[in-house]
């Protein structure tokens, strides 16, 4: 029986994660899914972004289903580094995972792609790297400030993401992984990961393998999206990156992602990349996409590639049927999406 | 009389330089130009990079225009640390300026931008930041390595890019600045960069300002590239974006860049973007629109504005004349070109 918790959040956060938990309770029935009231309305209400005890409690779930959390009435940053930042580092979701699909009936920017030629994922180092936090200020406020931020990378940490890396490929049909970085700048940690990158590479004689700076790929991720099959890279390219590959499969809209614990020691959450959008939030219009790809993640992740692949061709099944543009109803797509999973 | 330093470079570095130099015969008559053969074919001659004496006579003069540096005999980094980077730091080339135009004629890989509705510059900062190059590893090779990359940011440093980027503003008509940072995450460095662009804004009151960070410009780059007008931002993260800029703007084949000391102080440097394209070397088929349109920028830097608009105008003309896909001769490009602007 999988522990879920849920972790609603603000604006449409709510109004999506409840159909993900509807085609949820479908796909895994007997789920137990307990809510918890983080985000924006919480800061306001209570001044605690995380308390610990909410901490502990989460820690004794299989896996965090959010929404999304943010509201311009928060200061910028608080929730980010308060709660899923900190969530990402104490439970050690050192793989961040974000799918990329151009799908059919979906449109992308570009003009010479098709639905169906984008299918990558990128595997996101989420524990180390400049997000690390190390770095101060000194002589703050005058001419004469500085002010450092620290990369800092483990052979540990760099293994452990670049294998998983490559266990992805491994299981997909084109069998290829990329690492970017940026190794003619960042010659120290540059050097750390393409060696370790070599070494992983060298017990998968059949994989392909290919190296880009992270300027190359940023601009080859808007040419030739195509290429790509998995990614691997540290935490900040990667967060570049991904933006990067939603806005060439038609926004963050449809995009879903995880910060996984691979070995399961502690909770991995899952969540659509958008954000609250408190401009259509109460409107039920937020499409829920996302947030049901997002579940799909989840399922893979507690071990049940079946349901994750029923989910997703359901969601590729009603995105192909979709209209551009037309106007849709949150409800109805998380009641069409349910009952495509349970047929 | 200008003096001009010419390193035409590697690939087909010469033969764009040449239509370069014809443009910038004509238009600066005068103009004493002195070659010098740094690259790869120096470095294999006599394993030098950048001889300090060498640089003593880059030095003593009013600017440097650069073809292209590099071939795949030379070790990874070698050039571009020994040489490019090595001339912005010396020569404190702090403001690394990339603009960025969809020509009438050329076309974007973006589906719904028409030429002329992409009409921006970035301004990188061009010598702090992770390129600092501060930064070790221990324990190298081993299970238990560490490597670190510290991102350095002074207040002098940022604030004298922020002043370049407001004034640049000034001048255009859209007058519009945007801070491209990750203030979210790096608070340390992004509170810096926030605060003094905040302070210089104060001063232009006329000036529209806004922010984003560094992941979701990299979208808006692709989704909405006609919103920006100037972008201001640190060493790494416009060497993303100025990518990202290219790529939208079908490709760095048509980009200009400038590595400039504002003051005058040292010799600033000008060069396409595209590299020595080996593959296509020696054949006369390389565009030189990008090595020109960067004379242009020397021009305009060395004080010149009439003369940097005319071969912009001439370099526009040419574009909005060629037939899509067309060969071109790179001889006759510049010998059109330099009959445009002596017309
Ligand atoms: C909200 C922010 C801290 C976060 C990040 O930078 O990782 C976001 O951009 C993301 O990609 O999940
Ligand atoms: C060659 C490399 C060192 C350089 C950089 O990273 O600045 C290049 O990518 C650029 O943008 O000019």
């Not at 608080?78 to 979701?93: I, V």
């Not at 050192?94 to 990128?122: C, H």
């Not at 052979?155 to 998983?164: A, K």
Request: charged share 20%.
């Amino acid at each position: 029986m999988a522990r879920i918790a849920v972790v609603a959040g603000d604006g449409i956060g709510p109004e999506v994660v409840a159909q993900a938990r509807k085609v949820l309770d479908v796909v895994l029935p007997g789920t137990e899914a307990t809510e918890y009231d983080l985000g924006a309305a919480r800061y306001h209400a209570t001044g605690e972004v995380l308390p610990d005890s909410v901490l502990a409690e989460l820690a004794q779930h299989d896996a965090i289903l959010l929404g999304a959390v943010g509201d311009p009435s928060v200061p910028p940053g608080l929730l980010e580094r308060g709660l899923l930042l900190k969530l990402r580092f104490e439970f050690d979701q050192y793989v961040n995972l974000r799918p990329s699909r151009l799908w059919p009936g979906t449109s992308s920017p570009l003009a010479n792609v098709k639905p169906g030629e984008i299918d990558f994922v990128v595997v996101r180092e989420g524990t180390e790297g400049l997000y690390a936090g190390a770095g101060g200020n000194m002589h703050t406020g005058t001419a004469a400030e500085v002010a450092t931020e620290e990369s800092l990378n483990t052979r540990y940490g760099v293994e452990r993401v670049i294998r998983d890396a490559f266990a992805r490929a491994a299981r997909r049909p084109r069998r290829k992984v990329t690492l970017v970085h940026k190794t003619n700048v960042l010659t120290h940690a540059g050097g750390l990961w393409a060696r370790t990158f070599a070494e992983v590479a060298a017990e998968y004689p059949d994989i392909t393998t290919e190296y880009q700076h992270v300027d190359a790929a940023s601009m080859f991720m808007v040419t030739q999206p195509q290429r790509y099959d998995v990614v691997v890279t540290d935490n900040l390219f990667g967060d570049i990156l991904t933006d990067i590959a939603a806005a060439v499969t038609g926004g963050i809209g449809l995009a879903a992602s995880g910060c996984i614990n691979p070995e399961r020691r502690h909770p991995s959450m899952f969540e659509p990349v958008h954000g609250s959008a408190p401009d259509i939030a109460g409107r039920g219009v937020a499409d829920p996409a996302a947030a049901v790809l997002s579940v799909a993640l989840l399922l893979d992740h507690l071990g049940h590639p079946e349901a994750a692949r029923r989910v997703t061709e359901a969601v590729g099944a009603e995105l192909a049927g979709r209209t551009p543009g037309a106007p849709l109803r949150t409800e109805e797509v998380g009641d069409r999406l349910a009952a495509a999973v349970s047929a």
